[in-house]
């Protein structure tokens, strides 16, 4: 004998009442392994199952690498002109404008200073939602003053790179601030104030190409893409198939462009390490 009977059959909740699942309540990894977006971020937003590195901007870097978040940002209004009247599928200006609207960041790299366990630091992160995280005349430029407020109160600077290279709306003015941000780069090794390079997944193009390769210490987070063209580009140009794992950290590290691998969890604390190494 059943220990219940159900009296009325089928579903009587009306579709009007039925509750959904919050959007972006759960986060599913590419290998099938669930995390709960509460604990994902607890966790520096790596997957605790298969150490798989959710790709986060700068907000989320931040919240890592600052001191309970405070920090003060720098020139954080700038914004960028349209001074070639690019147009492709829209002009440049009404682009610029939606991805204000919708990312609600002003360009593609943020920089601010603060503390990072008691040390001064100065971080420039880029942000990949914001057309590619594509270098423009703006990224140059705040990643430029960002290096003068490291030279002014000889604090550290830490880039975080991730971006699909040079903004092509902008053509001329973007590639002219790999050798701007060199130039900036150069100064720093001059005062002897450390640079550390953080490559994520992605750091290509004219990125790579400049500031991303130049630090005293180029570091990476596990599985990243990091290169200059892309690997079909290569592939149809070299007319071979590439090595397994072509361009990514592991294989860059191996052919001696990084210093070392390190897990987002242990950024903060390894970069104090480094940092207080360098100082002694």
Known sequence: ?????????????STAEKKDAP???WFKTPNGNIIHTRELKNNSFVCPDDDFHVKIGSKEYFEIIFDQNKFTELDKDMRSGDPLKFSDTKPYSSRIKATIEKTELND????????????????????FSFIGGSMGSVVGEKIARAID???KHKAPFLMISKSGGARMMEAGFSLMQMAKTSAKLALLDQAAIPYISLLTDPTTGGVTAS???LGDFNIAEPEALIGFAGPRVIRETIGKDLPKGFQ?????LEHGFLDFIIDRRQLKSRLT?????LNN
């Open 1 to 13: 004998m059943a220990w219940f009977k159900r009296t009325d059959k089928g579903i009587k909740t």
């Open 23 to 25: 959007d972006g309540l």
């Open 108 to 127: 593609a790299v943020r920089t601010a200073y603060g503390k990072m366990n008691g040390l001064d630091i100065v971080v420039a992160c880029m942000d």
């Open 149 to 151: 407020h490291s030279l």
């Open 211 to 213: 500031y991303a390769m």
């Open 248 to 252: 990514s950290s592991e294989f860059v």
């Open 273 to 277: 390490t480094l940092l207080n190494l």
